[in-house]
């Protein structure tokens, strides 16, 4: 009989270290997940559209181009939310290379640049809207959950970028419009994450990480009657964006100011003489925000 009891209270020693192991309480009952354990992306999508580059030619002062769209898709699940805290969700975008040079025949070339990021003294810069930060933007691109919530909630965030800029046909420096533009090169890559923050403890949680990439050629023969002188050149259709296995941490300045807007110089860089620090609002335009949408709707009544 005493080896009997011996080996029951053995067995629920055993049994009471293993549950004590697992995180358990309350004999043989768990604790219920927290917000880390149970957010779930349902389902995630990105692309860039298939259509080239349009050019338009129809001033006699910049040239204007429109690339395709990055769009970025995700389904979330959100568990319920305890207390008061309050948590969003959404897309935070980040550039981590820029080339965009606009070369003027013998004259130089233009070149807008992020001097911090050239220089390799930050690996990535915010591409928020300039107000809501760190969020790319807060019409519909985010979704906000205020706790406390009794049930589940789900929901879908969407957004799109594109670049849209003009280039002035004279060169920058001077006052004459006399077209001497002769090429466009643009190459920027950019990181894009779905993040749910906290507003009471600043927790973030970096839920799906993507990579994307955007290049551009245009040949121009400035001789050529208006309307006539642009040509696309490769590549005719962009590389299409990777979703990441792994999640990439976020760099402290992609969440922070400036954004990538704020942060940009224009530059003159002469084919002789040193190079002129130049800010055109003509010339302007390092993206052009796309529309965002942002689906959301209660669950499991």
Same mark, same amino acid.
Request: one cysteine or more; glycine letters at 4%; aromatic letters at 8%.
């Given at each position: 009989?005493?080896?009997?009891?011996?080996?029951?209270?053995?067995?629920?020693?055993?049994?009471?270290?293993?549950?004590?192991?697992?995180?358990?309480?309350?004999?043989?009952?768990?604790?219920?997940?927290?917000?880390?354990?149970?957010?779930?992306?349902?389902?995630?999508?990105?692309?860039?559209?298939?259509?080239?580059?349009?050019?338009?030619?129809?001033?006699?002062?910049?040239?204007?181009?429109?690339?395709?769209?990055?769009?970025?898709?995700?389904?979330?699940?959100?568990?319920?939310?305890?207390?008061?805290?309050?948590?969003?969700?959404?897309?935070?975008?980040?550039?981590?290379?820029?080339?965009?040079?606009?070369?003027?025949?013998?004259?130089?070339?233009?070149?807008?640049?992020?001097?911090?990021?050239?220089?390799?003294?930050?690996?990535?810069?915010?591409?928020?809207?300039?107000?809501?930060?760190?969020?790319?933007?807060?019409?519909?691109?985010?979704? @906000?959950? +205020?706790?406390? =919530?009794? %049930?589940?909630?789900?929901?879908?965030?969407?957004?799109? $970028?594109?670049?849209? /800029?003009?280039?002035?046909?004279?060169?920058?420096?001077?006052?004459?419009?006399?077209?001497?533009?002769?090429?466009?090169?643009?190459?920027?890559?950019?990181?894009?994450?779905?993040?749910?923050?906290?507003?009471?403890?600043?927790? @973030?949680? +970096?839920?799906? =990480?993507? %990579?994307?990439?955007?290049?551009?050629?245009?040949?121009? $023969?400035?001789?050529? /009657?208006?309307?006539?002188?642009?040509?696309?050149?490769?590549?005719?259709?962009?590389?299409?964006?990777?979703?990441?296995?792994?999640?990439?941490?976020?760099?402290?300045?992609?969440?922070?100011?400036?954004?990538?807007?704020?942060?940009?110089?224009?530059?003159?860089?002469?084919?002789?003489?040193?190079?002129?620090?130049?800010?055109?609002?003509?010339?302007?335009?390092?993206?052009?925000?796309?529309?965002?949408?942002?689906?959301?709707?209660?669950?499991?009544?």
């Amino acid at each position: 009989m005493r080896l009997l009891l011996g080996a029951r209270l053995w067995t629920f020693l055993w049994d009471l270290l293993v549950l004590l192991d697992m995180g358990c309480i309350q004999s043989i009952r768990c604790k219920p997940k927290g917000f880390r354990e149970s957010v779930t992306v349902i389902e995630v999508s990105a692309s860039i559209d298939s259509n080239p580059t349009s050019i338009d030619e129809s001033s006699a002062v910049v040239l204007r181009y429109r690339t395709p769209h990055f769009r970025a898709s995700a389904r979330v699940l959100v568990p319920p939310v305890a207390g008061k805290d309050t948590w969003t969700v959404g897309w935070i975008q980040a550039c981590n290379h820029m080339e965009f040079y606009n070369k003027y025949g013998s004259k130089g070339m233009s070149s807008w640049e992020l001097p911090d990021l050239r220089d390799d003294k930050i690996q990535a810069i915010s591409d928020s809207d300039g107000v809501n930060y760190p969020w790319y933007g807060n019409t519909t691109e985010t979704c @906000t959950i +205020v706790g406390p =919530t009794k %049930r589940e909630t789900k929901f879908t965030v969407s957004m799109n $970028d594109n670049f849209y /800029p003009s280039v002035t046909w004279g060169v920058p420096v001077s006052d004459s419009n006399l077209p001497q533009l002769s090429s466009i090169h643009r190459d920027q890559s950019f990181t894009t994450w779905l993040v749910a923050i906290s507003h009471a403890t600043n927790e @973030t949680l +970096v839920l799906q =990480t993507i %990579r994307w990439r955007m290049r551009l050629h245009i040949k121009i $023969d400035p001789d050529k /009657p208006l309307g006539q002188r642009a040509t696309l050149m490769e590549p005719i259709t962009q590389e299409q964006p990777q979703i990441l296995a792994k999640n990439e941490p976020i760099p402290t300045n992609a969440m922070v100011k400036p954004n990538a807007n704020d942060a940009q110089v224009l530059m003159w860089r002469p084919k002789t003489g040193d190079p002129i620090v130049r800010k055109m609002t003509i010339a302007s335009s390092y993206t052009k925000r796309g529309f965002a949408s942002c689906l959301f709707q209660k669950a499991m009544e």
